[in-house]
């Protein structure tokens, strides 16, 4: 895992680092299926990139992450063992804090733009507009999760 990553974005060194951890531990990389993890330099670039408008969110969660690894383990955050960190992660996953769940989506959004992790999913690392994807004509069962959903706006 690298240092840093970015020097242009308003992440200090240390949270860059405990952000690259935290991904890390959130989206391994793994051998059986030939995908990077989150921490890969790429996808942390694009993380990082993407989480700036949201720095002051995020870098309150990233400080709660390593208030969490000091009073648990007496280390920071990156210090700490994959399986450790991991630990951590899942018990932080439950929490309802909003910088939690910004850093989660801005994760997966940036996890899934990535061609190597499109392709290990069978996917073409292409926009689905304007190609688009084939599906079935006159198959209208794939409309029913919305029409179960029931409506979402408000009459006026």
């Known amino acids: 895992m690298p240092d840093t990553i970015a020097t242009d974005n308003p992440f200090t060194a240390d949270e860059q680092r405990t952000l690259l951890a935290l991904v ?7 051998a059986e299926f030939g995908t990077p993890g989150a921490d890969d330099p790429a ?5 990082l990139a993407t989480a700036r408008p949201y720095h002051a969110t995020v870098a309150i969660a990233l400080d709660q992450i390593e208030s969490t690894a000091a009073k648990r383990y007496d280390a920071a955050y990156s210090d700490l063992d994959a399986s450790t960190r991991a630990g951590i992660a899942s ?4 929490s309802r804090f909003a910088g939690v769940r910004t850093l989660v989506t801005i994760t997966a959004q940036c996890y899934y733009r990535d061609d190597r992790v499109m392709r290990s999913l ?4 292409r926009s689905p507009y304007p190609d688009g994807f ?7 069962s794939l409309l029913e999760p919305v029409r179960q959903r029931g409506r979402i706006y408000k009459e006026v």
């Open 24 to 30: 890390g531990a959130v989206i391994p990389a793994s």
């Open 122 to 125: 069978g996917m073409a690392p």
């Open 91 to 94: 018990d932080l996953s439950r």
């Open 134 to 140: 084939d599906i079935p004509q006159g198959d209208w």
């Open 43 to 47: 996808i942390a670039a694009d993380i």
